[in-house]
């Protein structure tokens, strides 16, 4: 009973102290990758003030936030924002949805690699940002000419990545599960594409990168909303905040898109050591 | 494992091990198989039977062609000529008979995104999981169904594919060098949870292992593979649970381990003088 006591009274100030050292670790990296960032706007900000950088070129970025907060406030901003967020949305799951399923495809079946691979290995060389003349010959300048470039962009790389994954899968588990009876849809459920999900997962990151690069381009060339028009726009009236509202948006966008890709490869991921 | 058992248990175990042979296994009639990997031969014309119930264990240097036996008989390769047949018993061949045959690799071949249970549970009904758990339950491993492969030791995870492969009431138990990878205690550990499932299931089993001791301890006969061809096949009765410590063990490992090594078998009494032949078999028992 004694030493049980003794033990737990060690015990218990130790635990503590390894779990504030934990919680410590975990504020200091969290507050140092935001360092630069709010170092860089300081210097920006202090630039500004004392005139160094004139607002034509780079607007202060309290101007900045002024003017993020009048188009949040007038309703542009949400609008151009859900426009924006639409396209890719759509242009993702058209492009991704074609990669994931050709990928699969080519991916299981061998006649489908010799019939599809060259070709899509062919068009994969072309940048996407090349055929921007052609799609507007084809499909004019409205919305599915924008669909159509992000998702031709998505496509490849989630199409490559399913198809390394599945050709990568541990020939060695399936070879076991078909000893244990699975075959056709449940060999394809619980071996195959579990075993391909990292792979698929970092394509969907890349994809999800590349949405908005392409995006950005396709607003800018013609568009009647979404925050390229906005930046567009802006600039043809000298608004130089607007400007660097959209830029800051864009980036806002990529880094969201990039913590819901991480998301999914936690939750689907989570029985991998290497996302614990 | 005590060194000196004492005698009725012998005879109890014994005839425990006999009455497993009642039990569902099934027979592999094995005839005239050969195999070739791109015109090299692996295997050359094996002839093999194996009586329901019964334990085999083959051994011989890597590379001799005893793993492909196993795959052969598990029907992971197809035979370039002769046939791999099953029966229900030990009498005549059934045409088109498959016994529930079920195999341990050397590593786990666990799924990593299944847990622990769904694993065991692979290819059954979800209705079968409460089967699953008491197959876990019986490798000791029960309060770790809800844990991901990923965090069990190399024993573990042997242990819950055994259970994987006990789940399903096997006729015929393949084992590919499955403690190969293990630590010497867990071995040892694992070779007396392999022999009592198999004393109470009666299912028929057939060993692949580089370890002599590992098939003297486990098998009722040893078969020797060299160069694509049974060379030795040598009945074991040594009564269970068999005590490596026992002379009579000792001699018998001396012998096929001997023979193995492709040295003549010495005399009992002149093995034990001859300390440097002692030297190399005991170097090269894990090796080979």
Known sequence: MS????????????????????????????????????????????????????????PEPWAVLRAAWNLALSGELWTHLGVSTGRAASGFAVGGGLGLLLGLLTGTFRQAEVLLDTT?????????????????????????????????????????????????????????????????????????????????????????????VLLIVAETISAQAGIGYMTMNAREFLQTDVVLVGILLYALLGKLADVLARGLEKFWLRWHPGYQ | MQNNPAENTQVKNAAEAQSGKHGRGARVAIDGLSKSYAGREVLKAVALDVKPGEFVAIVGRSGCGKSTLLRLIAKLETATHGEVAFAKDADGRQPGFEPETRIMFQDSRLLPWKRVLNNVALG?????????????????????AGEWPAVLSGGQRQRVALARALVHDPELLLLDEPLGALDALTRIEMQQLIESLWQKRGFTAVLVTHDVQEAIALADRVVLIEDGNITLDQSIDLPRPRARGNPAFAQMEEYILSRVLQHPANAPDSALGDVSLQKTVNQVQWAI
């Open chain 1, 3 to 58: 030493a049980s006591i003794a033990s737990s009274t060690v015990d218990t100030p130790r635990k503590i102290a390894a779990a504030k050292r934990e919680g410590n670790g975990f504020g200091a990296t969290q507050l140092l990758s935001w360092a630069l960032p709010v170092g860089l706007i300081v210097v920006w900000q202090i630039a500004a003030q004392v005139g160094w950088l004139s607002s034509r070129i780079l």
């Open chain 1, 120 to 212: 899509l290995q062919m068009v994969r060389n072309i940048p996407a940002l090349a055929l921007i003349p052609l799609v507007i010959l084809w499909f004019g300048i409205d919305e599915t000419s924008k669909l159509f470039l992000v998702s031709v962009g998505v496509f490849f790389p989630i199409y490559l990545d399913t198809f390394h994954g599945i050709r990568s899968v541990d020939k060695g588990l399936i070879e076991m599960a078909k000893s244990y009876g699975l075959s056709g849809w449940p060999l394809y459920r619980d071996v195959i594409l579990p075993g391909a999900l990292p792979s698929i997962l970092v394509g969907v990151r890349f994809a999800l990168g590349l949405v908005w």
């Open chain 2, 124 to 144: 059954l009904p979800k209705a079968a999981l409460p089967s699953a758990s008491q197959a876990l339950r019986q490798v000791g491993l029960e309060e770790r």
